[in-house]
C-alpha cells in the first residue's frame, strides 16, 4: 500500500495550494480518507475528513471555509484545497486511510502518507 503525497510548498499569506495523495495497493473506495498537519513543535492534528463516497465531509474548526477535502475514487486520489492560507497553516501535512467512521485521531488511521510541507510566509 502507498499513499503519495504532493502539492506542499512555499506559499504567501492569503494565497492558495491544492494538496493531492494518490493511492496504490487498495481499494481506495472502501477507505475513508483524512488529512492531518504537524507544525514544529507541536502534536499530529486532524484537519479534515471525507467518508467513502465523498459526500460528507469533516474539518477542524481553525480549517472550517478555509479548506475543501475531496475525492476522486475512479482516479484514487483524494485531495486538500487549501485557500486563503495563513502562517499558522505552516506544517506537514499527511494523508492517511481508514475502515472506521472518519476518526479525528491518528491513533484511528491504518495507512499513511510520506507527508508534504506547506510553508506559509507573511
Known amino acids: 500500500v502507498q499513499l503519495q503525497a504532493s502539492g506542499g510548498g512555499l506559499v504567501q499569506a492569503g494565497g492558495s495550494l491544492r494538496l493531492s495523495c494518490t493511492v496504490s495497493?487498495?481499494?481506495?473506495?472502501?477507505?475513508?480518507m483524512g488529512w492531518f498537519r504537524q507544525a514544529p513543535g507541536k502534536e499530529r492534528e486532524f484537519v479534515a475528513g471525507?467518508?467513502?463516497?465523498?459526500?460528507?465531509?469533516y474539518y477542524t474548526d481553525s480549517v472550517k471555509g478555509r479548506f475543501t477535502i475531496s475525492r476522486e475514487n475512479a482516479k484514487n486520489t483524494g485531495y486538500l484545497q487549501m485557500n486563503n492560507l495563513s502562517r499558522d497553516d505552516t506544517a506537514q501535512y499527511y494523508c492517511?486511510?481508514?475502515?472506521?467512521?472518519?476518526?479525528?485521531?491518528?491513533?484511528?488511521?491504518?495507512?499513511w502518507g510520506q507527508g508534504t510541507l506547506v510553508t506559509v510566509s507573511s
Open positions: 471525507i467518508n467513502r463516497g465523498g459526500d460528507n465531509t
Open positions: 492517511a486511510l481508514t475502515p472506521l467512521p472518519v476518526p479525528r485521531t491518528s491513533d484511528g488511521y491504518k495507512y
Open positions: 495497493g487498495l481499494h481506495f473506495h472502501a477507505y475513508r
